[in-house]
């Protein structure tokens, strides 16, 4: 066998594997893309999901929230053994204090946590709707729903497996990788897929890495677990040595600690002009109690800078890094691991980075899409009358309108639901989660009913109303305007709902090119032609798209 | 024995190389991990800690290797033997680990 064909064969076997490995699970990988995407922009999408809670005005200085926060914990976290105060940053606007509330043997002895949004006006606690929020929309993408955790990451593990193996295999066929980066055939049948394909996928190629390795890695004590049990007998022993960050225990010796008040004096002598994230108080009132107040802003990756001080003395007692992985010799791994989960979460960007993540996030979910419509393309444009579309073919195609265009439905209804659902519901949050996969149910079943590409146009129109309603709804279920929002300096709630405005624009504007394109499905004629030759018209029509298309 | 068809022929080799892929890709990756955090130098957790994120390379490298391969059959077998050859290894040099 000459090299060459050796290369060939090698190039052939890697596109079929690139082929299959990116379709089998690929609408799972759309799915973990779109929904993992947003969560980059959770406390933004939990900020709209409870537009009850108001935003913090910025005349309040930290010392006026924190009393504030300290009146409200003293007359409701009674003998609580942790008890914390958030203030309020440009995600989330809100004074929040949280507690621990003893365990009690008639709460089956386990501890209870409890949070709090404030007023600052009042001083008093508000109950905002319950919802599932952008927390839960973000944890869809690993964790799944209506199936035990550890099966859902085994799945979306082998999802990432399979999204890796697209990845390598798409750069091994990939010819010219960087002059096919700025290349963009519009018109051109499928070729203008492929390099739609292209582009999403090799401009942020080091993202797509990044998201898909790291994620394999989020996951990998669930997925790989006997690389750990071949070592240690308790899994515990090993997660004690590598996240443990051992705090101090309540001694049982009471004392009077400090409060707040007393103590944010302290802190901001050490962190002069330095605006804190939260602050909270471990075990007050025991001999060992003790501070954490931690910087708004993150510096590096690594996570919030730590200050922290005895709650009786309030004398610093050691800085430490909210992870213990400090850049130790040795430690080579362990610091990879953190640093490829902390690179996956963005937690630490700031507005343009997050930006960045999030455009990135929806280039990758871009991919897949374009990815799973350009394997049925070039598989259309073979079909003719002597070779007839597959049911395989028609099965993908239909599955690609029902679940690409349909999870763009589902997602507009889980917002819909959450300002439609009545606000004092028992149960609101799953009620919310359910009506986003029951809507994504009926839009996989919807293309059984309709061709391929009149449920792409229709579903695609379906969301983007849907998306463009969510703004005036709020106005009229919950009173605000997008000038309210805007007087009231609310930048996240008003940005949120520009997005939906401008997402459901973009997404019409997507159907209606999908419908010029595909005119002559459209034609009124049909309507009035005998039975039999709209089922001829309606195949040949779909069969020659391309054709259509190509000779515009 | 009845022979196959060379489409059922196809068929057979794809799941062969379907099935080689994931599950010798699996132990090989496994294998692989725990050979490497018995041998890396330093402390035990740093060591499997490599070890765990090695486990997608080398299941990548597997999946690759028996998908370039021209022959469904052959690769299995090679992949089998090395999966078998590493777990000796493991079995060897570690005993505790298949407890």
């Known amino acids: ?552 | 024995m009845r022979t196959r068809s060379p489409k059922e022929n196809q068929a057979f080799a794809i799941t062969l190389r379907v099935v080689t892929a994931l599950g010798g890709g699996y132990a090989l990756a496994n294998f692989v991990a725990v050979l490497w955090s018995h041998w890396y130098p330093g402390t035990q957790e740093n060591a499997v800690m490599g070890g765990f994120q090695l486990t997608f390379l080398v299941s990548l490298l597997v999946a690759i290797w028996v998908f370039a391969a021209a022959k469904a059959s052959r690769v299995c077998m090679q992949v089998t033997l090395v999966s078998a050859l590493l777990g000796c290894l493991v079995w060897v040099s570690s005993p505790g680990a298949f407890s």
């Open chain 1, 1 to 552: 066998m000459s090299a060459e064909l050796g290369t060939s064969h090698f190039r052939q076997s890697m596109t079929w594997l690139h082929t299959w490995a990116g379709l089998v699970l690929g609408w799972l990988l759309y799915f973990m893309f779109l929904t993992g995407t947003l969560g980059y922009f959770d406390d933004e999408i939990d900020r709209w999901m409870q537009p009850e809670v108001p935003g913090v005005k910025a005349s309040y200085s930290q010392a006026d929230l924190t009393k504030i926060a300290e009146q409200y914990l003293q007359n409701h976290a009674v003998a609580a053994s942790f008890v914390r105060i958030e203030y309020p940053d440009s995600r989330t606007p809100f004074l929040v204090v949280r507690w621990t509330e003893p365990a009690a043997p008639e709460k089956d002895g386990r501890a209870k946590r409890v949070k709090r949004y404030l007023n600052p006006e009042t001083g008093e606690a508000i109950e905002p709707r319950e919802t599932a929020g952008g927390r839960t929309l973000y944890r869809l993408h690993y964790a799944l729903h209506y199936m035990p955790r550890s099966i859902a990451y085994l799945i979306t593990s082998l999802a990432a497996f399979f999204m890796l193996l697209a990845l390598i295999t798409g750069i091994v066929i990939h010819r010219r990788i960087f002059a096919d980066m700025f290349l963009f055939r519009p018109g051109k049948k499928q070729r203008s897929w492929l390099d739609m394909h292209n582009l999403m996928s090799v401009l942020p190629l080091p993202f797509h890495l990044m998201i898909t390795y790291s994620g394999l890695v989020f996951l990998m004590f669930t997925s790989m677990p006997w690389v750990m049990t071949a070592s240690y007998e308790d899994e515990d022993d090993f997660f004690d040595l590598v996240f443990s960050q051992p705090l101090p225990e309540a001694s049982g010796v009471s004392e009077a600690s400090m409060s707040f008040s007393e103590i944010l004096p302290l802190v901001e002598a050490q962190w002069p002009n330095e605006p804190l994230s939260h602050i909270e108080i471990r075990h007050p009132d025991d001999k060992n109690a003790f501070v954490r107040a931690f910087k708004s802003d993150y510096e590096g990756i690594d996570g919030r800078e730590e200050l922290r001080l005895s709650a009786l003395t309030g004398e610093p007692l050691s800085l430490a890094v909210e992870h213990e992985h400090q850049q130790e010799q040795g430690k080579g791994a362990i610091n990879l691991y953190f640093l490829l989960t902390n690179l996956h979460e963005g937690l630490f960007a700031n507005t343009a980075l997050r930006w960045l993540y999030f455009i990135s996030g929806l280039l990758g979910t871009g991919m897949v899409a374009t990815g799973m419509i350009l394997w049925a393309k070039m598989r259309r444009q073979k079909v003719n009358k002597r070779s007839p579309a597959s049911k395989g073919l028609v099965l993908v195609e239909k599955l690609n309108a029902g679940a690409i265009a349909g999870l763009l439905v589902a997602i507009a209804v889980y917002f819909m639901a959450n300002r439609l659902l009545p606000v004092a519901m028992d149960n609101r949050a799953s009620f919310e989660v359910d009506a986003l996969f029951i809507a994504l149910a009926c839009c996989l079943v919807y293309p059984v009913f309709r061709s391929a590409t009149k449920a792409w146009v229709e579903l695609l129109i379906l969301a983007g109303v849907l998306y463009s309603v969510l703004p005036p709804l709020s106005w009229v279920l919950t009173e605000r305007t997008l000038l309210d929002s805007w007087l009231n300096n609310d930048w996240v709630m008003l940005s949120v709902d520009l997005s939906f405005i401008f997402v459901g624009l973009v997404l019409m504007g997507a159907a209606l090119k999908i419908r010029r394109l595909n005119a002559p499905l459209y034609k009124p004629s049909d309507k009035i032609l005998p039975k039999p030759v709209i089922a001829n018209k309606g195949v040949e029509a779909a069969s020659s798209l391309s054709v259509q298309e190509g000779a515009k």
